[in-house]
Structures are given as C-alpha cells and as structure tokens.
C-alpha cells in the first residue's frame, strides 16, 4: 500500500528520525523542530532577560495557543483552558459536577485509570453509582446499551475515546448524540484522540473534552487543555480556584471569572503554552484528517505483518482502530520484548498497571505491547520492527 504524505519533511524536521524509531507516540511522541525550537527560544529567554519579562514580551505566542486550540476543535477561544495534563484538566471539569446520593455516572469498560478513580472517589464521597456500560461485540462501547441505560438518575456520561492501551476507537458521535437527546452532560477524555484524528466539538456533541500536548500533537511534556462549552463554563465551579480564576473583591468576597480560564492556575508552563500552540498549528498545517489516513495505513500494515506470526495476538478491539498497535505472545512477556526492541533503538512501551486495568481485567489481559505509530515513521521501520521482533519470538 503506498501512502501519500511528505514523509520525507516530516522526518526532516524531526531530530530524532535519524537515531531511532520511534513507535511511542501514545506515550509521547517526538517533537517537530519548530515546535522544539520555540520551547529552546522561550526558555532561552527566560534565563537571559527573566521570566515575567519573557512573558511579556511573548505575550502573542501565548495568547496564540487558545486560538490555536479553538481551531482544532471547532470551538471559541475562551472556551479552552491551558492546564498542565490531560488528568488535571478532566479533573477540574469533573469534580465541578454536583453528585447527589443515587444519581449515576455512565462510562466504558475501556475508561482511563485515573478517571475511573476519580470517579470511585466521587461516588464514594456523595453516594452517587458508578455504572460500566457494556461493550458490543467488537469490544467498544455498547450505544444501544448506553441509550438502554439513560434514566433520570444518570447525571453524566464520561468516556475515553482512545484508550490509553487498544487501538479502539469509542464512537464518540454516537454517544454524543445520545447524550444530546436526554440532555445529559457528556465528557470526552481526547488525550490520545487529538491530534490523532479530527475532532469537532459541534460535531461531536461533547461538553467538556481534554487533551494532552505531549502525544499526538507532538507538543512539550508538562501541557494539556481543556474544552467546556460555553452554556455549561459558569455552571460548573472549579473544585479549586486561585487569583487567576477568580478575582478578589474584598477580604471575605471573589468573583470567578466567566470564560474557561476559571479551569486555570496563575503560574503557568508558560513557554510550554507557547509551544503548544506551534505544536497545534504544527499538525493543522499537515491537515488532521491527512495524518489520520497515514496513521490508520501504517497501523494496519502492522497489523497485518504482526497476524502473520504465529504465537502473536493482536489485541485491538472495536470497529474503528487507529495508530495504537498493541499485542501479547505467549512467547515472550511485553516487558522483555520492549527491552529487546530498546537495545536496537526501537521505542515502544507497556501498557500495564491502573491505565488499562477495567479493560484488561474484563478481558483477562495483565500487560501488552503498545507500538504507537505517527505520520513520520515509515514502512521501512515497521519492516526493521518486524525484523527484530522475529529474532525474538520466531516466526
Ligand atoms: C486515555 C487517556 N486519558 C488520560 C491520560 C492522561 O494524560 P496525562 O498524562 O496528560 O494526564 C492518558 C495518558 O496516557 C490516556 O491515555
């Protein structure tokens, strides 16, 4: 299968392409030289003329990541808030909603760890439930299920659109629209979706979605963001707040501010925001929907190549599978083959642990491969990775 994308720049303005491959974009991924040069630039700054000043001074680069972000989701500026994760963004949004005794939260058996904690500490704390909904048989989220389960008890729908490790792609359309129809708030933890492939709030039917900068948008670690639509900002009251989301009135008064920077704190990454919005800009200039087609192509191919030996399993699940790869053999254990891989300079990672464990328990799965690809490897790497892995595991 060929793919048509300019490989060749891609791989030319990224560093790393040269020394090694990386296939460890879900965990995070390279940074593309402007992105990595305007996060050298500000921090350079910083310690040359002083870090309020730096501020000042990129005030526009800063400012920029908010339009930035608006444009990738189809949304308005002020309704995205700069947080330092994806964790934290989601938290900040989901502890603002008011859980009474009885009411239930909806999500998926391929939730996020550190959402599905949040969410036992919620339904712990006010007597809400906490309510999986079934997969389909290809092993996504179930819709007709869900649309079964809505009742005037359910207070909110949460869900992972990527896993952290599947290449499962949740239809988040459809349950957007179910949402939608009983008027039910809808959070869509995008971490591993952006950047990855289109996301239109509108479209979608999400009130509250997040992101992470360090994955497929090739953005800096430390940075994430959040989305709130508009009619939802001013109901939803910070869990915490500081003298950036709300203003002092007097020594027993504050007022919070009305748009999505009430989700924010004062101190800030800053050069990461800056960079962040290049980053942003970065993989608009590509197209989104152009790096999914890429992506899509070359997990498949190694899909494909990994079907074909024997001992693999893949474990993708649902419909739709996107850039994230992950598989088990019964002849070696993830971990040795990541180290293996690591000492003839191929990343990938382990998914293991907390992130996936709703998922893996329900399936009996304790840890797999995660080989995440992005637009800038290449067929031949997928043949190098193929190669390697066979020494290992035979064929
Ligand atoms: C689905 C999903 N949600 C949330 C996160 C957490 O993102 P962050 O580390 O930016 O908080 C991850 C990280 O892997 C993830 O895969």
Known sequence: ??????????????????????????????????????????????ENIGGYETAEAEQTNINHFYDAAGQLLNCSADEIAFVENATRAWDMAFYAFKLMPGDKILTTLSEYGSNVIAYNQQVKRHGAELVFVPNDESGQIDTDALADLIDKRVKLISISHIPTGSGLVNPAGAVG???????????????????????DVTKIGCDVLCGTGRKYLRGPRGTGFLYVRRGLIEKLEPPILDQHAATLLSPTEYIIRDDAKR??????????????????????????????????????????????????????????KCGIVTFTTDRSTPGDIKKILKQKRINVSVSDGSGSLVSFSHRGLKSVVRASLHYYNTETEVDIFMETLEKTVGR
């Open 263 to 320: 989700f924010e704190n004062w101190e800030q990454y800053f050069a990461g925001k800056a960079a962040l919005g290049k980053a942003i800009d970065y993989a608009l200039s590509w197209g989104i929907d152009e790096i999914k087609d890429r992506v899509y192509a070359l997990a498949t191919i190694l899909r494909s190549r990994l079907a074909e030996i024997k001992g693999i399993t893949i474990a993708d699940q649902g419909v739709e």
């Open 1 to 46: 299968m060929t793919i048509k994308f300019d490989v060749e720049r891609a791989r030319a303005e990224t560093r790393a392409c040269e020394n090694l491959i990386h296939f460890n974009n879900a965990g995070a991924s390279l940074m593309p030289m402007p992105v990595a040069d305007a996060l050298h630039h500000y921090l350079q700054q910083e």
């Open 177 to 199: 629209r179910i949402a939608g129809d009983a008027g039910i708030p809808f959070i869509l933890d995008a971490c591993q979706s952006v950047g990855h492939i289109p996301l």
